[in-house]
């Protein structure tokens, strides 16, 4: 089973998150979340690591449609996005809703719609990376 959806992008760290968010932001999401794992990690750990971010993405729209269905839906919010470097490369993946949902509450008709548009607006936005 694959739960994300990946590109690779030819920009800085900074400069993709960038990308990402104005990308999100076309398919009605913000991000409400942004954690930086490197900095944390160093913080907490004095582990040094590659730059890693994840950003906590959210369509009101869609995360309320989900919620009214089923609120424990709110354990697989917001979805993750995250940004990092991996050999030299930046790497961009976003959580398959779809996927998470199967493993976690079954299929419900209504959820699964949902699950399946946030998928899809998900996979739009990063693929979108790729084309600018």
């Given at each position: 089973?694959?739960?994300?959806?990946?590109v690779?992008?030819?920009l800085?760290?900074?400069?993709?998150?960038d990308?990402?968010?104005?990308?999100?932001?076309e398919?009605?999401?913000g991000?409400?979340t942004?954690?930086?794992?490197?900095?944390?990690?160093a913080?907490?750990?004095?582990?040094?690591?590659?730059?890693?971010t994840?950003?906590?993405a959210?369509n009101?729209?869609?995360?309320?449609?989900?919620?009214?269905?089923?609120p424990?839906v709110g354990?697989?919010?917001?979805?993750?996005?995250?940004?990092?470097?991996?050999g030299?490369?930046?790497?961009?993946?976003?959580?398959d809703?779809?996927?998470?949902?199967?493993?976690a509450?079954?299929?419900q008709?209504?959820?699964?719609d949902?699950?399946?548009?946030?998928?899809a607006?998900l996979r739009?936005a990063?693929?979108?990376?790729?084309?600018?």
């Amino acid at each position: 089973m694959q739960i994300a959806h990946t590109v690779e992008v030819d920009l800085d760290h900074a400069a993709a998150i960038d990308a990402v968010t104005a990308a999100l932001g076309e398919q009605g999401f913000g991000v409400l979340t942004t954690i930086d794992i490197k900095a944390t990690l160093a913080a907490k750990l004095g582990e040094q690591v590659d730059d890693y971010t994840i950003l906590g993405a959210c369509n009101p729209r869609l995360a309320h449609a989900a919620l009214s269905a089923s609120p424990e839906v709110g354990l697989l919010l917001p979805c993750n996005v995250t940004v990092r470097r991996a050999g030299g490369r930046t790497v961009v993946q976003a959580v398959d809703p779809g996927a998470l949902l199967g493993m976690a509450a079954g299929e419900q008709a209504d959820l699964a719609d949902t699950a399946a548009d946030a998928g899809a607006r998900l996979r739009a936005a990063l693929d979108s990376l790729t084309s600018r």
